[in-house]
């Protein structure tokens, strides 16, 4: 069993900048394809960031582009989003995903594709 813990959230000014983590258990955390998801109140969960399980790819939704960046560290078991210059419709619950895929190097932004969820981080940016 996969079980992902996200962290990292809070609230925070526009311009501002956090860091999101996301701690997976598993030894094969380094062959999960992962992503980052996010639900705003009264909105559909929506595609932010993923990254490829030989981190050869990242992908990015066009809202975040320039100002997210997704990594992994297979030492630690984690996945991170470092997001800057956040913007009030940033604000979210941002869930953490994995998916066991034989792709090497594909991305993936559909939320049908992931496998196992975080239980979500709040992130909340006032104008």
């Known amino acids: 069993q996969v079980q992902l813990v996200e962290s990292g959230g809070g609230l925070v000014q526009a311009g501002d900048s956090l860091r999101l983590s996301c701690a997976v258990s598993?030894?094969?955390?380094?062959?999960?394809?992962m992503g980052w998801f996010r639900q705003a109140p009264g909105k559909e969960r929506e595609f932010v960031a993923a990254i490829s399980y030989g981190d050869t790819n990242t992908n990015y939704a066009d809202s975040v582009k320039g100002r997210f960046g997704i990594s992994r560290n297979t030492v630690k078991n984690t996945v991170y989003l470092q997001m800057n210059s956040l913007k009030p419709e940033d604000t979210a619950v941002y869930y953490c995903?994995?998916?066991?895929?034989?792709?090497?190097?594909?991305?993936?932004?559909?939320?049908?594709?992931?496998?196992?969820w975080g239980q979500g981080t709040q992130v909340t940016v006032s104008s």
């Open positions: 598993g030894r094969t955390f380094s062959r999960y394809a």
């Open positions: 995903a994995a998916g066991s895929r034989s792709s090497y190097s594909r991305t993936y932004v559909s939320s049908h594709e992931y496998d196992y």
